[in-house]
């Protein structure tokens, strides 16, 4: 069976560059949600869109947007780079209210 | 404050035994889920436990639900060298708008020895 897909898998960038993640639901699936895991920690919600629109918010900062697409891909956008950006970041997908299948990570390192 | 925050942070048993992880929660919830995650990798669903349920089974895994308590244990029975994750639970909260946003706690990293 298909599963989401992120890419890239992983990402170095410099303090204070940009980043662009993408995230390919698995197909059907109308609802995309970001999460992002530092070193150690538990994932934190970040962002979901269901049917293209933003649905709920969580602890994302002013310096990440994120965005769905008409064919229902996700990308989330990071500006301004810190160190503390680093982290594995998960997309998951799931049906309207149904379960939320997370793909694989895309891990950011920021140097 | 922190949702779903989970016990024991580590546990390490011999394969065959059982395992019993604990998560207790703050705030209401519409279901409750638990999640494996092998080490730097994504996390794979395991179970949900509705908040009108007080049990739930699936192969070798047994969830069940307090909402009394706010708790929740999962119990991983004849444990095998390929359990060896963190496993983590997280509290779900529906936002209305065809979404739900899930709370982690912190995981209980097993370590299953051959």
């Known amino acids: 069976a298909a599963g989401v897909i992120q890419s890239p898998r992983h990402l170095i960038k410099e303090k204070r560059e940009t980043a662009t993640l993408k995230c390919y639901p698995i197909?059907?699936?109308?609802?995309v949600y970001w999460y992002q895991q530092g070193p150690g920690q538990d994932p934190q919600f970040l962002i979901s869109f269901y049917e293209k629109m933003q649905s709920d918010k969580g602890s994302i900062p002013d310096r990440f947007s994120a965005q769905q697409f008409s064919d229902y891909h996700s990308e989330l956008n990071m500006s301004s780079l810190e160190l503390g950006d680093s982290a594995l970041y998960f997309c998951?997908?799931?049906?309207?209210?149904?379960?939320?299948?997370f793909g694989p990570g895309t891990r950011l390192t920021v140097l | 404050s922190q949702q779903g925050e989970e016990d024991p942070q580590a546990l390490s048993i011999q394969e065959g035994e059982n395992a019993t992880m604990n998560c207790s929660y703050k705030t209401s919830i519409n279901n409750l889920q638990w999640y494996r995650q092998n080490s730097g990798r994504g996390l794979v669903h395991l179970i949900l436990?509705?908040?009108?349920?007080r049990e739930k089974h699936s192969g070798r895994l047994r969830v069940t639900l307090d909402t009394s308590k706010k708790s929740s244990s999962l119990l991983i029975t004849a444990s095998r060298a390929a359990d060896t994750a963190s496993y983590f639970c997280?509290?779900?909260?529906?936002?209305?708008?065809?979404?739900?946003?899930?709370?982690f706690g912190k995981g209980t990293k097993l370590s299953v020895i051959p």
């Open positions: 998951a997908s799931s049906l309207k209210g149904g379960t939320q299948y």
């Open positions: 197909p059907r699936h109308d609802t």
């Open positions: 436990i509705r908040s009108n349920e």
């Open positions: 997280a509290t779900a909260s529906y936002s209305g708008a065809g979404s739900y946003q899930l709370t």
